[in-house]
């Protein structure tokens, strides 16, 4: 038969240069992504704001390099980087300005903490010792938290010195010595295990909790499919059990299910939008992580999957009793309902299209179409409030 349309024979024929899976005898594989049509499909990204002060960033710096090798190791990194070269020959970026500190306890991920408020949102709780004792629960998972962020880029640097973007991390640019990481995380998990004990012991088991799985997390279950999605789900999830032990509210199954639904689509865009990264610079393999390229089309089914069933538990949550006693107007809610399958869609869709952020949350803090679905979702809440 005639050959058909380019897109067609891309599709036909395999590459050559894939072996298959790793550990099995060399083969060659069918590969969807290697069609042009993914190529039109998956647009460069295009991002405004850059991170971790890329202006400090030499040209000619090696942590700028894309081959992750060599000489960009320093301190705890030497050992696992590869490199037979000492720092001593490698440009250091000089300016270790108090903002490169800061930087690298993340204060941008600490819009996740705010889930420690929903329990007393969802209920009504507008008290002041009820808005004290979140706070307070704020402030111990953000120094938690944020320990857990310097130990895990630690443990990352070598990686992350071969990414395209969090090369310009604190630690992997050179900004901060590596030898200051163990200092910095005790400082941060010293008082916010201290602030927890305050809060209660309960809540501290929670906080306890949330970081031994977070340090399991980084050290090797970052690594395994499936889990790595499914504990991100659960740490999310942390925060609201956290928030209701804290402040001693009791939690709703419908809450909790819909955490879980939710933000498990959320992990999978995360994966998504890494593996879409990976296919634009020709890799096969998402860095650091256990997921192939050819899982993309799983990972964004799981997202879709997920996230519509959040929007399931919602209705069901929407017709709960409970909902019936603390809303004048619940059939409000339902706007909610709409929103959010509009959002997840759509958040699905442009991380397909390779323009989303690295953390889905930290795009949402910054994407303006977020901002007015979230101005919608309160006008929909404040409609089933008001009598």
Known sequence: MSGGSKDEKAHVHPSPGDTGTIGFEP??????????????????????????????????????????????????ADIHCGGGQTMSGTPRIKARAFKHYVNAFRPHQWLKNVLVFLPALAAHKFDWPTLLLSLEAFVCFSLVASSVYVMNDLLDVCADRAHPRKRYRP??????????????????????????????????????????????????????IVIDICILAGLYTIRIVAGGIATSTPLSVLLIAFSVFFFLSLAAVKRQSELVDGAERGSLQATGRGYHVNDLPIISMIAVGAGYVSVLVMTYYVNSPVVMELYPHPQMLWGVCAVLLYWITRTVMVSHRGNMHDDPVVYAAKDRTSHVCLAIILVFVAGGVLR
């Open 27 to 76: 083969r060659i594989t069918h590969h969807p992504f290697d069609s042009t049509v993914f190529k039109r499909t998956v647009r460069p990204r295009v991002f405004t704001v850059t991170p971790y002060g890329l202006e400090n960033a030499r040209a000619n710096d090696a942590a700028a390099t894309l081959d992750g090798k060599s000489d960009a190791c320093d301190g705890f």
């Open 171 to 224: 630690f992997a640019s050179h900004s901060i010595p590596t030898a200051h990481a163990t200092w910095m995380a005790a400082g941060l998990i010293l008082p916010g295990g201290l602030i927890a004990m305050f809060i209660g012991w309960g809540f501290f088991l929670v906080v306890a909790g949330y970081f031994l799985v977070t340090t399991a997390y980084s050290l090797h279950l970052k690594r395994r």
